[in-house]
């Protein structure tokens, strides 16, 4: 049934000399099954926007309805809420306590009162989707590398079956080859499982390169909302948001203002590459004739 977002407001300490604004007649919706890329610099709203979207806040304005449930009704149910959209917070490793890793995926299925069997296939099958073998399950998390630990973190919340993933900021503080294996990672999960996932970034290349439809906050609202091409075309708006496109955008634009007759609409390195062979390969065949 998806989230809807409708008319949502929310003030940090109302009322006291220190009131701000963190959201402002924010209405969204999303769709089962959608990849989105919730972009902004700081303080543009994002983190108080995903945390109405499990309950985590409550609004004081407007309504988040997700899969039926109205979060601002009296009775909701928070902990089916939190099953059902699974948050994984900014250095989830730094959550990650048990002595192995078995233990720490299956705390969140043990907690639901789950019979051992369901506990141990929800564990083994969250595994599969970050990439973990069974070999990890004995292993101390504490001794895997920071992408093996963040992929456990995940797996945690993985094992609730959530129809909703969360991620905020997942490749935060790794290394390029962290953050390469942790994106990868999120990409095959979504592919594989065709649940909704919310990536939220504050890097335009790893939103770039994973999400189909992105939804940029600025100063506590939605300020632009569609598909990547669309979004990142845009560039000079999202700079004066303090925002930048990705490079390969700007080598675009760059390109274009020269007279190359590229795509404006490229923003990956794949397609810029393919774009610019294909324009060699028509200038060498003109000049042939």
Same mark, same amino acid.
Not at 118 to 121: A, M, N
């Given at each position: 049934m998806g989230i809807s977002i409708k008319n949502l407001e929310y003030v940090y300490m +109302? !009322? @006291?000399p220190? /009131?701000?604004k963190a959201l402002s007649d924010v209405? $969204?919706?999303i769709k089962d099954g959608e990849f989105i890329g919730l972009i902004g610099h700081t303080g543009s709203g994002k983190s108080t926007l995903i945390q109405h979207l499990n309950g985590l806040l409550k609004p004081q304005t407007g309504e988040v309805i997700v899969n039926g449930k109205n979060t601002t009704q009296k009775g909701v149910d928070l902990k089916e809420l939190r099953q059902e959209v699974g948050l994984v917070f900014q250095y989830p490793e730094h959550q990650i306590f048990e002595d192995t890793v078995y233990k720490d995926i299956a705390f969140g299925p043990k907690n639901m009162g789950l019979s051992e069997q /369901?506990?141990?296939?929800r564990v083994k099958e969250a595994m599969s989707y970050v990439g973990l /073998? /069974? @070999?990890f399950c004995n292993l101390s998390p504490f001794e895997l590398s920071g992408g093996q630990k963040r992929r456990v973190a995940i797996a945690g919340v993985l094992a609730m079956r959530p129809s909703t993933l969360i991620l905020d900021e997942p490749a935060a503080g790794l290394d390029p080859a962290g953050r390469e294996e942790i $994106?990868? +990672?999120i990409r095959a999960l979504y592919l594989n499982s065709k649940m909704t996932v919310i990536l939220v970034s504050h890097s335009m290349e790893d939103v770039a390169r994973i999400a189909s439809r992105i939804i940029v906050m600025n100063r506590g609202t939605v300020a632009m909302d569609g598909k990547a091409d669309k979004i990142f075309s845009r560039a000079d708006e999202l700079r004066k948001m303090g925002l930048d496109a990705p490079q390969i955008s700007l080598l675009v634009s760059e390109l274009r =203002? =020269? !007279?190359l007759p590229i795509d404006a609409n490229i923003y990956t390195i794949e397609r810029a590459k393919a774009a610019i062979m294909l324009l060699a390969k028509e200038k060498k065949g003109a000049q042939t004739c």
């Open positions: +109302q !009322g @006291s220190f /009131e701000k209405n $969204l919706e /369901e506990i141990d296939e /073998e /069974e @070999s $994106l990868t +990672q =203002r =020269r !007279g």
